[in-house]
């Protein structure tokens, strides 16, 4: 099966060569192409090129793209998407004044979540889950990293990770797992934080590890949940089942999160919106992705993760939602994206190869996804009729979204 895209007005971030991500200066660079096509052999990209040198080809399908941009699908690095209901109220609360923390000390919170969570059926979890990929999938995101974490005991948190895994066997948008069961401290355990860290490390892990469940784990590394300490005891722990750590760092307070996270090789630390120069510094001549989620600062009206301080250092910068029920009830990158643009100053050029290379590096799939290159996915979003790809964060709160394509096929 063959499908041909003609008369492309600009197809974005084109690589001949697949690069693993773009750092610093880079990533005020997109390339692309004017008046061009794109051509698709079965779910993988097979050709591309400008209009004039279209080879003499017939397509079992053509899709005539003129006036529109054709771009790779937003690849969505940090997401909690498989939760049970809402925390709508809790949305009220903060309106009427209580803060994120407060809730979360009254009982509120992840607590709340996990409380949902540990009494839905996993059919039923699935099935709300299911919901929000296919609303993801339509916003025009290829690749998702989910994470548990809303279980908070062993059953539930591998009820979680089974659901990610059936929702990545049932969906063409790609799927990765992260084991989160050092989220938050269960009531039963208010005082006794490595009693509880003990069943994460001693029984739940070695669980997910035997039926493969996640191949990435992460903890909340902040004041008043796990500390520095606690995090360095679990990532030791999981390393040696061969999980590669993602964490939640710097989202309220800086203690050292980052410097542990490069400790440990982790492929992203997430969230830096609390960033001290010295964590600035520990990032260069790492691997470690900084992943900034603008949509949980702007639903928190807590700070933007500083991004022209980041890529101005030279780092890269990765984009993504944080879609969960209590921080960011949204998981729409195209939002992300013009959020990044308006509140942290990061150019169009930037906040694209945020939010496709730069993301598929922190879920790791930067040979697959991330890039329009020969032998990547066909995995590509159609906008409608636009000037250029500027309008694509300028037209914030809206998406200008005509079509995309999974694996070679329209959604
Ligand atoms: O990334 N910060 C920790 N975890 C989530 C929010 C969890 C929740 O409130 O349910 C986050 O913001
Ligand atoms: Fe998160």
Redesign the pocket.
């Given at each position: 099966m063959t499908t041909l895209i003609t008369n492309i007005k600009e197809l974005l971030q084109i690589e001949d060569y697949p690069k693993s991500r773009v750092c610093g200066k880079e990533m005020s660079i997109l390339p692309f192409l004017k008046n061009a096509f794109l051509l698709i052999e079965n779910d993988i990209i097979k050709n591309f090129g400008t209009m004039n040198n279209l080879p003499n080809i017939i397509a079992n399908k053509t899709v005539n793209a003129e006036g529109k941009i054709v771009l790779p699908t937003w690849c969505d690095s940090h997401t909690?998407i498989v939760f049970a209901g809402n925390r709508e109220q809790e949305f009220v609360d903060r309106i009427n004044g209580l803060t994120y923390e407060e809730i979360a000390n009254n009982g509120g919170?992840?607590l709340n979540?996990a409380k949902k969570l540990q009494a839905t059926s996993e059919e039923e979890l699935y099935k709300q889950s299911a919901v929000r990929i296919k609303e993801i999938m339509k916003l025009g995101t290829g690749a998702v990293e989910i994470k548990s974490g809303y279980g908070l005991a062993k059953d539930a948190e591998l009820k979680m990770l089974r659901v990610i895994k059936k929702l990545n066997e049932n969906f063409p948008i790609t799927i990765k797992a992260t084991f989160l069961g050092a989220?938050a401290l269960p009531i039963e355990f208010k005082n006794n934080k490595s009693g509880y860290l003990d069943i994460v490390i001693n029984e739940t892990l070695p669980s997910v590890a035997k039926e493969n469940l996640a191949e990435f784990i992460d903890i909340?590394c902040?004041t008043g949940y796990f500390s520095v300490e606690d995090t360095e005891r679990l990532l030791k722990a999981a390393s040696k089942y061969g999980l590669i750590p993602k964490i939640?760092v710097n989202?309220f307070t800086a203690i050292g999160g980052v410097q542990a996270g490069v400790n440990f090789k982790a492929l992203s630390v997430d969230?830096l919106e609390e960033m001290r120069d010295e964590d600035i510094e520990t990032l260069k001549n790492s691997k470690t992705m900084p992943v900034a989620?603008p949509s949980?600062s702007y639903f928190l009206s807590i700070p933007y993760t500083p991004a022209r301080k980041i890529i101005d250092a030279g780092l890269p910068l990765a984009l993504a939602t944080?879609y969960?029920?209590?921080?960011?009830p949204s998981g729409n990158m195209n939002f992300v994206v013009s959020t990044a643009c308006i509140k942290m100053k990061m150019t169009p050029e930037e906040a694209i190869n945020a939010a496709t290379i730069n993301g598929a590096y922190a879920m790791g799939l930067e040979k697959t996804h991330g890039s329009i290159c020969k032998g990547k996915k066909a995995n590509f979003i159609i906008t409608e009729k636009i000037p250029s790809y500027g309008f694509i964060p300028y037209s914030f709160g809206n998406h200008k979204i005509e079509q995309v394509f999974l694996e070679g096929i329209a959604i």
């Open positions: 909690h919170g992840i979540s989220h909340f902040e939640h989202q969230h989620l949980c944080d969960n029920p209590g921080s960011t």
